[in-house]
């Protein structure tokens, strides 16, 4: 039987749109509403962890997780999404291609590892960013012009660098918000070659690994959906409120509990119901509730 509540690890193929693995999920199992922690593009595979029914305001906590991926490059090609699904805009032909990696190998092993030093970066017109209420994608298609804001990232890690004019592929480890098919991009400028992203994969958000998602397709065969707990995801400090107290929690009204400044966040239980989420505010000697359940 599944839980109430709870959350999916999911392994999204590469050819669906996050909606559509969000819908087909939550068709299958008539979930209430079932959310999400981070889009990945239609082109991109790897882990979408899916928070269902009252779980689903915990999606916040994720969002801002740092993700890691494997990217796979092909030299050659440029496009306007930056992807194989993309408009080609400029190539280059195998030998023009050998000739450059040829000459340049030290010159794109240590741009790539330049990478580590970015701090900021443009994000892409095509992305499920929005601009007054529509996406950054829909404005680009439809040839609407918008401007594109800065902003912060971190790189924390790229590693397994592989080089070929055939392929380049390597691991990187960024923090949240960070667009690989930009970055991708802004290499291709920066080598003044043509590059598109080939096969993107994201192996981890945060702690959580992809090796624990689960495959659409064994899904759509009936495997037995594995549900991970509240605690395996977001633990925090339980604690325990007496029968008379439940219904003034319910209600949102405070009650009294044995709170120190050193709790941030916490949850109230009662006999092993969770009751609410909530939040310390330690300079009023109080607390708030994030979520009542």
């Known amino acids: 039987m599944i839980p109430n509540n709870g959350f999916l690890f999911i392994l999204k193929p590469r050819g669906i749109t996050s909606s559509q693995l969000v819908q087909k999920i939550k068709k299958k199992y008539n979930f209430v509403k079932l959310g999400h922690t981070g ?9 979408m962890i899916l928070p269902y029914n009252k779980y689903t305001c915990f999606s916040e906590k994720l969002l801002g997780k740092d993700k890691d991926y494997y990217v796979s490059i092909r030299p050659g090609i440029f496009t306007d999404s930056g992807d194989l699904d993309g408009e080609i805009l400029k ?3 195998k030998n023009e291609l050998k000739k450059f990696f040829d000459d340049n190998f030290n010159l794109i092993h240590s741009s790539i590892l330049d990478i580590k030093k970015w701090t900021s970066q443009i994000p892409p017109k095509i992305s499920a960013l929005k601009k007054d209420g529509k996406r950054y994608s829909d404005l680009f298609r439809n040839s609407t012009f918008f401007e594109v804001k800065e902003r912060p990232i971190t790189v924390y890690f790229i590693e397994d660098i592989n080089i070929s004019y055939l392929e380049i592929s390597f691991k990187i480890g960024v923090s949240s918000g960070t667009y ?36 659409l ?16 995801i977001y633990p925090l400090k339980y604690f325990e409120v007496e029968d008379s107290q439940v219904k003034k929690v319910a209600n949102g009204n405070i009650v009294e509990i044995p709170l120190s400044k050193n709790e941030d966040e916490f949850y109230l239980n009662n006999k092993g119901k969770l009751l609410a989420w909530c939040q310390n505010i330690p300079e009023k000697n109080t607390f708030k509730y994030l979520k009542v359940f």
């Open 180 to 215: 690989i098919r930009k970055i991708v991009q802004d290499l291709s400028d920066s080598l003044k070659i043509p590059l598109v992203i080939s096969r993107l994969v994201r192996s981890k958000i945060g702690s959580f690994m992809i090796k624990n998602s689960q495959n």
């Open 39 to 47: 889009t990945l593009d239609k082109s991109a595979e790897g882990l």
């Open 91 to 93: 190539s280059m032909t």
């Open 217 to 232: 397709e064994n899904l759509e065969n009936n495997e037995e959906l594995k549900v991970f707990t509240l605690d395996d």
